[in-house]
């Protein structure tokens, strides 16, 4: 699709215009969005994005339109999985309620900035090594077999290297200072966590990154469509974490589904690189008569493998076991901590949960309570949750 240059600046301008309007009137001032504000903004922000494929569509053809929206809905498909790093990291950082927009802003304006290179950088090297398909198939391929792979604990999530030698050569302090990124203790300048819990999420966007460039490239070779398709699907993320949040401990399939799709289009990147062939030790260089996949059909696949996953995970007994003890655990820590949120009815809505995911949990058969890890200390947290709140109550 032939794009004019004045078309790039416009769009960019507007995706710019979007990131900075989400900072000026949602993110600057410190707050904990209410759950109507994070609907109305998530259904505002996923307008915008299909308002702007119907006109990929209408001016561009229904190929280029079907890729815009295939690429969209994988891109979608794999923010939301990320969200599932961000919610342990910012766990794990015990970042406060209020703040929890800053970063998880900052993770998507860093997220949109190593894409956008990593989409200029797959653009330049398909345009000029056909074998690159088949390095992007491999890669999809490997990523969908560890998605199949048991989860690693937790905290290792938030502790990756980058972490870790910050923390060795940088003074840290255990404290936040508000949404600062340094602070002064004892006299001099260290940093916050709020700084680390960025640069943990940044070095887990690059990981993000290369995985969900070679899954849309494979949907598409279009950089225009590759690169609005990524950058919507970010726009509106930080809304959609508030909305689903409840939801996210629900969703124990959505990785098999995503594995399922990551798998299907490294096949169809495979089968791709093989009818563009010119590697000299396959079909002696010459392009390999196999069946390409049309993007109608990637369409209607990816679209079908989502909505069976969403479903099977609502409706799963595993998935109602598996939010009631992932919640009760994250809720129960949330509320004992005192950093956590200086709102009161945060600390209400949280208390709420909890009590709403202790019923759940002693309605599990028991075949289900099998999945309570350290189950003495979460019944200990859960009683340290119950005496803080008497202890407010009497305050």
């Known amino acids: 699709m032939d794009v004019s240059p004045l078309v790039w600046t416009l769009t960019v301008v507007f995706i710019l215009g979007l990131l900075a309007f989400d900072f000026v009137f949602h993110v600057r001032k410190a707050h904990v969005p209410t759950l109507k504000e994070a609907a109305i903004w998530s259904s505002i922000y996923v307008g915008i994005a299909i308002v702007f494929g119907l006109g990929i569509l209408t001016f561009g053809g229904p190929v280029p339109g079907s890729e815009y929206f295939a690429g969209y809905i994988t891109e979608k498909a794999l923010s939301v999985d990320n969200l599932f790093v961000f919610l342990i990291i910012m766990s794990s950082f015990r970042v406060p309620r209020e703040d929890q927009q800053k970063v998880l802003l900052f993770g998507i304006v860093f997220s949109l900035i190593a894409r956008t290179g990593f989409i200029f950088l797959g653009a330049a090297l398909i345009n000029s090594f056909a074998w690159v398909f088949y390095f992007f198939g491999l890669i999809l391929l490997l990523t969908a077999g560890n998605m199949l792979k048991p989860k690693k ?176 655990r994250r809720h129960a820590t949330s509320y004992v901590d005192l950093e956590y949120t200086t709102d009161q009815a945060e600390r209400n809505r949280v208390f709420a949960m909890l009590l709403e995911e202790e019923a759940a949990i002693r309605k599990l058969q028991p075949k289900y309570l099998q999945w309570v890890r350290n189950e003495d200390e979460l019944m200990a947290l859960l009683k340290r949750a119950h005496q803080e709140h008497d202890a407010s109550l009497t305050r």
């Open 153 to 328: 604990d937790e905290a290792d999530e938030a502790d990756n290297f980058m972490i870790r030698l910050a923390k060795k050569v940088l003074p840290t302090s255990e404290h936040y200072d508000g949404d600062k990124l340094f602070t002064i203790e004892n006299g001099k300048r260290v940093l916050t966590p709020m700084l680390l819990v960025m640069v943990a999420i940044g070095g887990t966007d690059i990981l993000f990154a290369l995985d969900s460039i070679p899954a849309i490239f494979g949907l598409t070779q279009d950089v225009f469509i590759v690169f609005t398709a990524t950058a919507f699907s970010l726009l509106g993320l930080r809304q959609l974490f508030f909305l689903i949040d409840g939801l996210l401990d629900r969703l124990v399939y959505l990785s098999y589904g995503l594995a399922a799709i990551l798998g299907f289009i490294g096949v169809k990147l495979v089968l791709h690189a093989l009818h563009e062939n010119n590697l000299p030790f396959i079909n002696s260089g010459e392009p390999v008569p196999v069946v390409e996949i049309s993007t109608g059909l990637s369409l209607t696949v990816i679209l079908g493998i989502l909505i069976v996953t969403i479903v099977a995970s609502l409706l799963s007994p595993k998935g109602k076991a598996h939010a009631a003890i992932s919640g009760a």
